[in-house]
Every structure is written in structure tokens, then in C-alpha cells.
T-cell receptor, first 115, second 114 residues
């Protein structure tokens, strides 16, 4: 089973709202990722967690706050977003954070619209 | 720095004909190459990867890719295209000298017409 699940599928929020995106995998993967994807563009890496610790933050604004409560769960907390943050947010996981040949498996994404 | 180029924004092919989606890469170390497909409003779905070994890699749904070190290419191929293959395809590379970052190409839209 190579399934990564994400909730919610769609989210509409105002610029003053606080919301969270959730990601879950039960494959025993120890690396988890958040990507942002604009329409017809490749995914852009936001954060990487290795063994539940934040290892990469690609200079993401502080209005995005990641959290990894355990090895199966990854959250992305959103606060005071801007309309330009509207995008598809993808979660991914891979087995070994150190493995160069490791495949990243992606979830279906959360389509976020900021009004 | 690692980089990936997909020179064609869109590829059009008739159903039943062979298809090729092109990808070239640039790395300083050994390349680890991946192909993903994305259907509308969906996440990326893994198709195949090259790590080492045979230059011809076979993947899901009848797709295959050929690693060519001298041309630094990793083109995706399928002998007979299906309408259902119409989607957005991404090539990605990880540089053996540059850690665990995966770099994606800009994507190629494949349109298969009946």
C-alpha cells in the first residue's frame, strides 16, 4: 500500500482565518514533505521532516507552520494567508530520508482558496 | 546545482501511436531520475525511476524510460498511447552529490486524441 491521505480535499478561508491541513501515511516512512503547486506548474518544496524533525524549510513565510506530531502524521497550520497562497498543497512521504533513490509518494492534495 | 528540463510544454499524439515525452537533466554527481503523472485536480502518481543498472526502465501502465548518460536524457515512452494517458507529466532528478532534494521539470501536457 502506497497511500498518502490528505484532508480536507478543498478549503476556502479568509485572510484572518486559522486553519490546518492534515496528512497521514501508514507505510512506516520516516520522511514527510509539504509542497505547494500552482496551476500547470511543478510542485515547489516547502518543508521536509526527517524522523519527525524539521530538516528543511525552503524560506517559507511564517504564516505557514508545519508540525509533525508523530511518524505517521504531518500538519500544516495556516494563519493570515494571502490570496496568492491559493494553490494545491501536496503532502508526500518516502521511506528513508537519507536514501537518494527513495521514491516520494504523494497524496491527492488539498485545494486551498484564500479570499 | 541540479536541474531538469522538459523542452515541450505539450505533446499531441493519436491513440495507438507511440509517444515520447522528453526530459534532460544536469547534475554534478550520479543522477537519480523519476517520472510522475498528474491527472486534473489530483496528486502526483509515481510511474518509474532510474537508480542504477539497465538503462531501460519499465514502469506502471506500460510506460518505460531510457536513461542516456551521454545525452543526459531520460525520455518517457509508451509503444501505444491511450486516450486515458492524457495528463501532465513531470520528470524529476535527485543529485547524488546534493542531498535529498528532488527537483522537478516544468511539466509536459500529453494530449492523446482518439
Amino acid at each position: 500500500d502506497t497511500e498518502v491521505t490528505q484532508t480536507p480535499k478543498h478549503l476556502v478561508m479568509g485572510m484572518t482565518n486559522k486553519k490546518s491541513l492534515k496528512c497521514e501515511q501508514h507505510m512506516g516512512h520516516r520522511a514527510m514533505y509539504w509542497y505547494k503547486q500552482k496551476a500547470k506548474k511543478p510542485p515547489e518544496l516547502m518543508f521536509v521532516y526527517s524522523y519527525e524533525k524539521l530538516s528543511i524549510n525552503e524560506s517559507v513565510p511564517s504564516r505557514f507552520s508545519p508540525e509533525c506530531p508523530n511518524s505517521s502524521l504531518l500538519n500544516l497550520h495556516l494563519h493570515a494567508l494571502q490570496p496568492e497562497d491559493s494553490a494545491l498543497y501536496l503532502c508526500a512521504s518516502s521511506q528513508d530520508p537519507r536514501g537518494l533513490g527513495e521514491t516520494q509518494y504523494f497524496g491527492p492534495g488539498t485545494r486551498l482558496l484564500v479570499l | 546545482a541540479q536541474s531538469v528540463a522538459q523542452p515541450e510544454d505539450q505533446v499531441n499524439v493519436a491513440e495507438g501511436n507511440p509517444l515520447t515525452v522528453k526530459c534532460t537533466y544536469s547534475v554534478s554527481g550520479n543522477p537519480y531520475l523519476f517520472w510522475y503523472v498528474q491527472y486534473p485536480n489530483r496528486g502526483l502518481q509515481f510511474l518509474l525511476k532510474y537508480i542504477t543498472g539497465d538503462n531501460l526502465v519499465k514502469g506502471s501502465y506500460g510506460f518505460e524510460a531510457e536513461f542516456n548518460k551521454s545525452q543526459t536524457s531520460f525520455h518517457l515512452k509508451k509503444p501505444s498511447a491511450l486516450v486515458s494517458d492524457s495528463a501532465l507529466y513531470f520528470c524529476a532528478v535527485r543529485d547524488g552529490n546534493a542531498g535529498n532534494m528532488l527537483t522537478f521539470g516544468g511539466g509536459t501536457r500529453l494530449m492523446v486524441k482518439p
